[in-house]
């Protein structure tokens, strides 16, 4: 196979999609505009090395094809911890009421070392030299059976097939294309929701569960408070420990110095003195990650548009194709939709290699299996 295609971004999607064709024989090039591996996926380490996620967290029994996949790659995961007292805040001015989480209650689980551990895994399959990182694509342009993908520096690469696992609304504003693509297409892309592109996420670590001693589950839920929602996040092994959640948008405006202040109040509310005594603070404003926030020119509701008909399709006659969570026609914005949609893009593009070899035709998408 000597054809050259081209995957843009280094996220779940792009870097499962580089697996699967490896498996069918076919080599790929990652081009990753960030200066890290993962998209949405960042489990970094706290204080005392206690993994902590500023993305794509939890999964659940029913995503069937995320948990298929991490037994293909021997990946393990474990059941979350959400059974005890929780809390429920409706307003700041009244306490907090208290509810019991039963153990039968549905379970989420998570990735056993961090999601990171499914995005090492990928790696190490896909081969490292096979990913630049840094490279920021600005144009793309189909000349003759060619596609030329151009970078900020002016720099241009050619492929033979190009795969953008970009958010669609970030590709439709940061990527000109040449030919431009129908404008229905570009519409539906610029009104595609972002998966957690407006979070902001943040961890808290502490050297002893304190919740658990007290029969509490770790969970927050308030109306009112900078935490709307909160979990348990004590790692597998149960030897390192944090409460891990979400913050509100209005957390935005203030420091990072200034919501850890606000956030441990918060705790301590809910919580008692114990909670002060954290070892570490973490957070992440998606808002901030340029290659996943896009601004966008009306509201849009969570996951608006995603698994959208126009995503199913390739477009410059079948050499430039869309794939990513949002364009999952299954669970779109979940760590399933990505798998999703990084199987059903290698389906499509061999499945069309295949028909157009059985009729004597040169695939114009250069895949010549």
């Not at 630049?132 to 694509?137: E, G, M, R, S």
């Not at 003759?144 to 590709?171: C, G, Q």
């Not at 029969?215 to 839920?221: L, Y």
């Not at 209005?250 to 909670?275: H, W």
Request: a neutral charge; glycine letters at 8%; charged letters at 20%.
């Amino acid at each position: 196979m000597n054809k050259k295609i081209i995957i843009l971004g280094a996220g779940l999607t792009g870097l499962s999609i580089a697996y699967l064709l490896k498996k069918n024989g076919i080599r790929t090039q990652i081009l990753e505009a960030r200066n890290r591996i993962g998209g949405r996926i960042e489990t970094i380490k706290g204080n005392q090395d206690t993994p902590i996620e500023m993305g794509a967290t939890w999964l659940g029994e029913k995503h069937k094809t995320l948990v298929n996949f991490l037994n293909e790659l021997g990946i393990e995961k474990f059941k979350q911890y959400n059974h005890g007292i929780a809390f429920f805040e409706t307003m700041s001015f009244a306490p907090p009421q208290e509810f019991l989480i039963p153990e039968s209650t549905e379970p989420s689980f998570r990735i056993k070392g961090g999601s990171s551990q499914l995005i090492e895994k990928l790696v190490s399959e896909v081969v490292l030299e096979n990913i630049t990182l840094n490279q920021v694509i600005i144009k793309i342009e189909k000349q003759d059976d060619h596609v030329h993908l151009i970078n900020r520096k002016n720099e241009s690469i050619s492929a033979d097939l190009v795969i953008s696992t970009l958010p669609p609304k970030l590709f439709a504003k940061t990527i000109s294309c040449t030919p431009s693509l129908p404008q229905g297409v570009l519409n539906i892309f610029n009104t595609t929701q972002t998966w957690m592109e407006n979070s902001i996420k943040f961890g808290v670590e502490y050297s002893t569960p304190f919740w658990k001693k007290n029969g509490q589950a770790g969970s927050v839920f308030s109306q009112s408070s900078i935490i709307p929602e909160m979990y348990d996040h004590t790692n597998f092994e149960e030897n390192k420990f944090a409460l891990k959640g979400f913050l509100n948008g209005s957390a935005s405006q203030y420091s990072k110095q200034e919501r850890e202040e606000k956030v441990i109040a918060t705790l301590v509310k809910f919580f008692g003195k114990e909670a002060e005594n954290h070892i570490g603070y973490f957070d992440n404003n998606w808002e901030n990650e340029r290659f996943t926030f896009s601004p966008s020119d009306t509201f849009l509701f969570g996951h608006q548009n995603n698994g959208h008909h126009v995503y199913q399709n390739g477009y410059w006659e079948n050499q430039l194709w869309f794939a990513g969570t949002e364009t999952s026609m299954n669970y779109g914005g979940y760590m399933e939709g990505a798998i999703q949609s990084a199987q059903n893009t290698v389906h499509r593009i061999l499945q069309l290699s295949q028909v157009k070899s059985s009729q004597g035709l040169t695939p114009k998408s250069g895949l010549d299996l």
